[in-house]
């Protein structure tokens, strides 16, 4: 089975890109390999990111923050998808990855700028850390080899992905 390498963009890498390369990696269909990068990375995984990585069964040997210009380097891993998970919400830029790969952006709240307890903050983190394993299952059910920009951008629902365009 041919697994395919998702590059999860955030601007700093610290907390929902490295979530995506985590679950994207141990995701069960086994389709999938995960990478993440920031456009401006910071010097650490967020902590809460860095537990549920772990917990998912995620080495930490590969959880730190990155450049995303590490994947424009000749000798980098060739990307199939591109997803940026920066909220635009929020007033962040979200870095443009240029090339060949399908792109689509899944834009989630940074659950790092949650204030609280560390208890909603975990909270806030495993909310993003389930809508990405949706939107993973969902990308596993299909016909990954056909996918267009546009069905990866649809990716959101059960009812979005139903209503996509079925090939052959």
């Given amino acids: 089975m041919k ?18 390369e985590a679950m994207a990696s141990t995701h069960s269909s086994g389709k999938f390999v995960g990478f993440s990068a920031g456009s401006t990375p910071g010097t650490q995984v967020n902590p809460f990111a860095r537990e549920l ?12 923050s990155k450049s995303w210009d590490e ?5 980098a891993p060739k990307m199939d ?20 790969p399908v792109t689509a952006h899944w834009g989630f709240p940074d659950p790092s700028r ?12 495993e909310k993003v850390l389930a809508e990405l ?3 993973l299952d969902l ?13 990866l951008q649809a990716i959101h629902s059960p009812e979005t992905a139903a209503a996509l365009p079925k090939t052959a």
């Fill in 114 to 125: 949650v204030q609280g307890t560390d208890e909603e903050k975990r909270h806030a983190f």
């Fill in 81 to 100: 998808f591109i997803v940026t998970v920066c909220d635009d919400a929020a007033g962040e830029v979200c870095p443009y990855w240029p090339g060949q």
């Fill in 53 to 64: 990585a772990l917990k998912l069964g995620y080495e930490e040997s590969k959880l730190r």
């Fill in 139 to 151: 990308l596993a059910d299909m016909p990954l080899d056909k996918l267009d920009a546009m069905s």
């Fill in 133 to 135: 394993k949706h939107r």
């Fill in 3 to 20: 697994k395919y390498n998702l590059l999860f963009l955030c601007t700093h890498n610290s907390a929902r890109s490295v979530l995506g």
């Fill in 71 to 75: 994947y424009g380097l000749a000798d």
